[in-house]
């Protein structure tokens, strides 16, 4: 029997800000969500909406920044006097997107992003900072984003023309794939809650599936870690060339989003068409993302209920999704479902 799907989102996460009970001064938000992905930046704003932009960065000097356009995809940050541009124009400026280097290391920066007052205030006090990130094992991952928490001192910074004052009194690591186990058992994503169930988080940088018992502990042993679509891009970007004999080499950011886009098409002036070695490629990511997970999964099979595929690349899934009969689940808006699941994390 199938699930009965409850909406993961209506366009508003339940925010577990305005739950609380606010100071006199509204300076305090309880809890912030913060999922800095190697593609995407996404947070819950003090409204309680999803805000997402492009997860890069792009530092510049005085006389570029005073020429900046601001735009909705872009957060522009001055913080310790440097001066960062985060999100869609960051790409047009040439930064170095997030895929390339170390997301952890870049917290720092990135999470000034999701850093706002509540409407009418200059100044923020967050308790709880909840960051995901793929491995809270990690010893110097968790060191590098633990730097962001400054309690008692103030953090002065300014963000998109306003100064602000902020306090983090801890983050709080949570290991990628988690919040969207409980809020999908929550929702009623699996039709066998009592069963283990499995997450499938398909990133840029990584696709990360683990398997969860029924009270949310993660078997270790049946980890699965394998590319996400950046190695995917980089395998088309050299063939791509080769096929259009092109004297410079594609840029993987152009490739990825073609892929988001379904149209697998990059270039202005002039279209390159990629289909024909998208469909190859993938086809062969698909395959050996099967042969790893069964041989992983291969003892924990007959106790599985089902497996739900998010992240902004879920769909390169889908023909997995259909050959398991429904065992495979994408849900709707995959890209927002962890960032969604960790607002409603008790």
Request: glycine share 6%; charged share 25%.
């Amino acid at each position: 029997m199938k699930a009965t799907h409850k909406q993961p989102w209506n366009g508003h996460a339940k925010n577990p800000v305005l739950a609380q009970s606010q100071p006199p001064a509204g300076e305090l938000r309880s809890t912030v969500v913060f999922d800095g992905g190697n593609r995407f930046v996404k947070w819950i704003d003090p409204t309680g909406k999803v805000q997402i932009i492009p997860s890069c960065v792009k530092e510049v000097g005085e006389y570029q920044w005073k020429r900046l356009k601001p735009d909705a995809q872009t957060v522009l940050v001055e913080v310790d006097g440097k001066r960062y541009v985060i999100g869609r124009l960051a790409q047009e400026l040439g930064g170095e997107p997030t895929f390339q280097k170390n997301k952890c290391e870049l917290a720092e920066i990135l999470v000034l992003a999701a850093v706002e007052p509540n409407s009418g205030h200059t100044q923020v006090c967050i308790d709880r900072l909840v960051l995901a990130m793929p491995n809270t094992l990690d010893f110097d991952d968790v060191a590098s984003v633990q730097r962001i928490a400054n309690h008692p001192q103030k953090t002065q910074f300014t963000r998109n023309g306003q100064e602000i004052a902020y306090t983090v009194t801890q983050v709080e690591p949570i290991d990628e794939t988690y919040p969207a186990f409980m809020y999908a058992k929550q929702q009623g994503y699996f039709s066998y809650p009592e069963a283990k169930n499995a997450v499938w988080d398909i990133g840029g940088g990584t696709a990360i599936a683990r398997i969860y018992t029924a009270n949310g502990t993660l078997i270790h042993d049946a980890e699965v870690i394998l590319p996400g679509t950046k190695q995917l891009a980089q395998e088309i970007a050299v063939e791509l060339k080769e096929a259009y004999s092109m004297d410079y080499s594609p840029s993987l950011i152009d490739i990825m989003d073609a892929i988001e886009r379904r149209d697998y098409r990059i270039g202005a002036a002039r279209e390159y068409d990629f289909w024909n070695i998208y469909d190859r490629y993938a086809s062969q990511w698909v395959e050996a993302a099967r042969a790893e997970i069964r041989s992983k999964w291969a003892n924990h099979l007959p106790q599985l209920g089902h497996v739900l595929v998010v992240g902004g690349s879920a769909d390169l899934a889908r023909p997995i999704c259909e050959s398991t009969g429904d065992r495979f689940r994408i849900p709707e808006q995959p890209q927002l479902f962890n960032i969604v699941a960790m607002a409603n994390l008790d």
